[in-house]
């Protein structure tokens, strides 16, 4: 600021120093530019369930907890006006829906905007940014709001073609997994399950976009039935706000205040990579990253919760990747897991995050066991699936929180193989069998059950569906006959299985780490940090397989590059393909507890 400049004026020989004269306005503050800073974040991904692998794949690949975290940090950071939402087509189950719709309305109520910018949107898009206050889309993009669809793959026939025959036993009317194999059309009780859970579902997305765009029901369910939207015919239905490019958002955020200055901090939240790599420290931090060598952080003796993932199909023995890039949840692993967190004494309580169809019943029964043992408290929360098997282990929790998409039930069993001696003759492979014992070839691949064979099966799978129910009676505080007419391998959504006792209540993960916290004793404000369980092993183990079993490495690398070709695949393509993998869980586990069918938003 310059100085002021003064008057001196002589009056009868006095001196006057006077205020400042003509000077006076040179003293006010210059009026300040307005910045609005918006944190731009972009979703794109699948978002895994669990700690991220270590070294740098883990950096690269951004898991759930992250992705959270991100939106959670904005929501706090109060040099922010606002957020830009850039969804770049996540690959979100319903479970993740939610959990992103939660985190947006968490910034929301910070009293930050939240502006969705896509390039055009599907159904689930589309979902996430009606969440957000408002939704732009440039001029060339589109909407596909098509509703929900069930489409349902039957190999009977192609199985008479090459001479295979399925053998599959399932207790539960509604028990669907077997018939893929079995029949070539849906059984009336499968058509019926399926009719109910796409009327939730359709209601769910009805009621998201009605809320979220304060719209008519009518008017949206109409909408739905023309599908496919142009920006300029989503801006006149009101679905979006804005027709705009991604140039644009700066003008459109400053509006008439021309003199704003507007900034947009990208990738806000996300971790930067160090990517030095010069000389011989480059070169071996290089090498520590894709091992994922890390420096082991100090134990902390502050409370903790810990946050046991529970991913993927469940089988004995340890976890590990299957041919498609997915998580395989080994029954060993998982006990460790939850080991660990029982013998911490920092760990005041569990919470069991189970996205899991289920799979091995032996392999689930252990796991449930394991969590009966624990004397602290275990809040189970689910996540996109938590069926069957899924369901089994989240019995030994305290509480059950579900989201209110979630695919979860189905309790009963399923139980068979896959003959192949007609398939053998077809190729020129003939069998000799000899055999002591009645039902020695009940486990055998090549010939069908006989009928003593047969009834052994089911025998035993009525058995392990009478442990299953009355678990699960017990577990609910049901009456046995009552949760019998709950089960018969029936798949509900979260919003349905509420109503129907099978959880407790509705909720995100953190709404479970909430009550996790409440149930130990400590209080909302009660700074806990989350120990995540398992964890995750390196790259180089995911694909050549635990480095201590020398008779897998072979094997594990041939699956590791299939799962390679198989991710370049279009999904429709390969949907079929990873629904035959039940086929692999059957070669090795001769009794399932697992959900037959994946639902994807789309």
Not at 92 to 112: T, Y
Request: net charge negative; hydrophobic share 40%.
């Amino acid at each position: 600021m310059r100085l002021a400049q003064w008057s001196l004026i002589i009056l009868t020989g006095t001196w006057l120093l006077l205020a400042p004269a003509l000077g006076v306005a040179d003293d006010e503050p210059a009026a300040e530019k307005v910045t609005k800073s918006f944190a731009h974040i972009e979703l794109k991904g699948s978002y895994p369930e669990g700690a991220g692998a270590p070294g740098l794949f883990g950096d690269i690949i951004e898991t759930l907890t992250v992705g959270l975290k991100r939106l959670d940090k904005a929501a706090k950071d109060d040099d922010l006006s606002g957020v830009i939402l850039h969804i770049n087509g996540p690959d979100l189950g319903w479970a993740k829906l939610n959990e992103f719709r939660q985190a947006v309305k968490r910034v929301r109520d910070s009293g930050k905007t939240v502006i969705a910018w896509m390039e055009s949107g599907t159904t689930r898009d589309y979902l996430l940014a009606t969440a957000c206050d408002q939704v732009v889309l440039p001029e060339s993009g589109m909407l596909m709001l098509l509703g929900v669809r069930a489409e349902v793959t039957f190999y009977k026939n192609l199985f008479d073609m090459i001479g295979v025959q399925p053998q599959m036993m399932a207790i539960g009317e509604y028990k669907a997994a077997g018939e893929p194999y079995m029949r070539t059309e849906m059984s009336p009780a499968f058509r019926e399950e399926m009719e109910a859970l796409l009327d939730d579902h359709y209601r769910q997305i009805v009621g998201m976009i009605a809320e979220g765009r304060k719209l008519d029901e009518e008017k949206v369910k109409a909408i739905i039935d023309v599908g496919l939207c142009t920006a300029a015919d989503a801006k006149e239905l009101g679905l979006i706000d804005h027709v705009a490019y991604e140039d644009e958002l700066k003008a459109m955020v400053r509006g008439d205040d021309e003199e704003a200055e507007v900034k947009f901090v990208m990738s806000y939240g996300k971790k930067k990579l160090d990517t030095d790599f010069s000389g011989l420290n480059g070169m071996i931090t290089l090498m520590n990253m894709m091992m994922g060598i890390e420096d082991q952080p100090r134990k902390s003796k502050a409370d903790k919760i810990a946050i046991i993932n529970a991913v993927g199909p469940i089988m004995t023995g340890s976890s590990q990747s299957d041919m498609f890039g997915g998580e395989v949840m080994g029954s060993t692993t998982m006990i460790k897991a939850i080991r660990q967190a029982r013998d911490d004494d920092t760990v005041k309580a569990i919470v069991l995050r189970i996205d899991s169809p289920g799979g091995s019943a032996l392999a689930s029964d252990l796991m449930w066991r394991e969590l009966q043992l624990v004397d602290k408290p275990i809040i189970a929360s689910m996540g996109d699936v938590a069926a069957s098997g899924g369901y089994y282990i989240a019995m030994g929790a305290d509480k059950i929180l579900a989201e209110p998409g979630t695919l979860t039930g189905s309790i009963g069993v399923v139980g068979g193989k896959l003959a192949l001696e007609k398939l053998y003759a077809k190729i020129g492979i003939t069998t000799t069998v000899l055999q002591r014992g009645k039902n020695s070839g009940v486990m055998s691949l090549t010939t069908p059950f006989s009928e003593s064979e047969q009834a052994a099966m089911k025998k035993l799978l009525l058995d392990i569906y009478e442990q299953f129910t009355t678990k699960a009676a017990e577990g609910r505080k049901m009456e046995v006959e009552k949760l019998r007419e709950l089960a018969k391998g029936r798949v509900y959504t979260g919003a349905q299985a509420k109503e129907l006792g099978l959880v407790d209540e509705l909720g995100t993960l953190d709404d479970a780490i909430a009550a996790a916290k409440s149930a130990a004793g400590l209080g909302p404000k009660d700074r806990v940090e989350r120990l995540m369980l398992p964890k995750s092993v390196s790259p180089f183990e995911q694909l050549l397989g635990p480095l201590n079993e020398e008779t897998r490495v072979s094997s594990s690398w041939q699956a590791g590059m299939l799962s390679i070709w198989l991710k370049q695949l279009p999904t429709e393509w390969t949907g079929p393909l990873r629904d035959l993998s039940v086929m692999d869980l059957l070669s090795r586990e001769k009794f399932l507890t697992v959900v037959p069918y994946r639902i994807d938003v789309r």
